[in-house]
């Protein structure tokens, strides 16, 4: 039986705070579960929906070996409120590789927390351009939430 939107919603607070803290597979585990109670119901499904794109970031980030190193410090550092840390970890990989969506979206996330929004639109934009995915991760971002009605945002996520 199907569970009520307001518990798999915690759930996907839950499984979305394991993911930021680097408990993949935990995570991972959560993300399945949430998936498997979608329904016609719109607002079920579009938590599903949201579930699902976490669970194809944690397989892309898998298939690639990037889950860990030098953008889980970012997280990390952001999670902390060290910010200017994190800004530091990711200027460096944003200069020493190309950039891929994960990294992206963390300047993205940086930038934005350290004021400078025009250049966190800039690296949003660039991340959905490399990964659709990342549109719902931001449209849902709690870092965002005060971007809701900003017509930027608006037309980088839609």
């Not at 892309?60 to 953008?71: M, R, S, T």
């Amino acid at each position: 039986m199907n569970k009520d939107i307001e518990s798999i919603k915690k759930e996907l607070t839950k499984a979305i705070s394991l993911f930021r803290k680097k408990k993949i597979d935990d995570s991972l585990q959560l993300f399945t579960s949430i998936v498997k109670n979608d329904s016609a119901d719109y607002a079920i499904s579009e938590v599903c929906n949201r579930a699902q794109s976490y669970i194809n970031i944690i397989e892309n980030l898998k298939d690639k070996e990037k889950v860990g190193g030098d953008n889980i410090a970012v997280i990390y550092h952001l999670n902390e409120g060290n910010v200017k840390r994190a800004q530091d970890i990711v200027e460096k990989l944003l200069e020493s590789k190309t950039p891929d969506s994960l990294t992206l979206y963390l300047a993205s996330l940086v930038y934005f927390q350290n004021g400078d929004k025009d250049k966190s639109m800039e690296y949003l934009k660039e991340t959905i351009s490399l990964d659709k995915e990342y549109r719902i991760l931001a449209s849902n971002e709690p870092d965002f939430s005060s971007l809701k009605e900003d017509g930027d945002f608006k037309q980088i996520i839609e």
